[in-house]
């Protein structure tokens, strides 16, 4: 869904991310539950680009709104 968001490949993802192509490819298709510290790296990855992790009763992400220009 984050990766979908912000319309980045698996390839580009994984360039971000420094982790291969077949680790987003694993985790993705729940082929895999990954380590921490590959899992803190995409998601340090996928903040770095604009996406906001939601913890609580609606877990989830969303896509950071753009900072508006002052005037």
């Known amino acids: 869904m984050a990766r979908a968001g912000l319309r980045l490949s698996v390839r580009e ?5 420094d982790v291969s ?3 987003i490819t ?7 539950g990954g ?16 996406v906001e992790f939601l913890y609580g009763e609606a877990p989830g992400v969303r896509l950071r709104l753009p900072k508006q220009k002052k005037r």
Do not use: C, F, P, V
């Open 13 to 17: 993802l994984a360039k971000i991310a």
């Open 21 to 23: 192509a077949m680790t």
């Open 26 to 32: 694993r985790l993705e298709n729940d082929r895999s």
């Open 35 to 50: 380590y921490a510290a590959t899992l803190t790296k995409i998601q340090d990855a996928l903040e770095s680009a604009g």
